[in-house]
Nanobody, 122 residues
C-alpha cells in the first residue's frame, strides 16, 4: 500500500512558476513509476508527465514539454513537478500517481494523491 500526499500549487500569473511535491509513504516508493496528471473542470483527467523508478526515463505531454520538469528523490520518497512559463490553459487540479509501469494511461496507476489546485491567471 502506498499513500501519496501532495503539496504546493496555488494561484500564479501567466508566465510564473510553481512547484508541486508528492510524498509517498511506504518502503516501496523507489519501485514505482510516478506520474502527474491534471483535470480541468468539465474535462477528463489527462496525462502530464511520468518518471520511471530510477529517474532515468521521463515522458512528457507535448503541451508541457520544455516548460515542466519532473524529478524524484527516492531517499525522500518524493516526486516533484517544477512548472515554469505557466499558461492559463494549465489551470487544473493536478494529481500525482504511482504505478508499476511507466505509462501515460490513467488506468495503469494504482495509487493517487489527493489533488492540488493550480490556477494561472491571464
Amino acid at each position: 500500500q502506498v499513500q501519496l500526499v501532495q503539496s504546493g500549487g496555488g494561484l500564479v500569473q501567466a508566465g510564473g512558476s510553481l512547484r508541486l511535491s508528492c510524498e509517498a509513504s511506504g518502503r516501496t516508493f523507489s519501485s514505482y513509476s510516478m506520474g502527474w496528471f491534471r483535470q480541468a473542470p468539465g474535462k477528463e483527467r489527462e496525462f502530464v508527465v511520468v518518471i520511471n523508478w530510477t529517474g532515468g526515463s521521463t515522458v512528457y505531454a507535448d503541451s508541457v514539454k520544455g516548460r515542466f520538469t519532473i524529478s524524484r528523490d527516492n531517499a525522500k520518497n518524493t516526486v516533484y513537478l517544477q512548472m515554469n512559463s505557466l499558461k492559463p490553459e494549465d489551470t487544473a487540479v493536478y494529481y500525482c500517481a504511482a504505478g508499476r509501469i511507466t505509462s501515460v494511461r490513467v488506468s495503469q496507476y494504482d495509487y493517487w494523491g489527493q489533488g492540488t489546485q493550480v490556477t494561472v491567471s491571464s
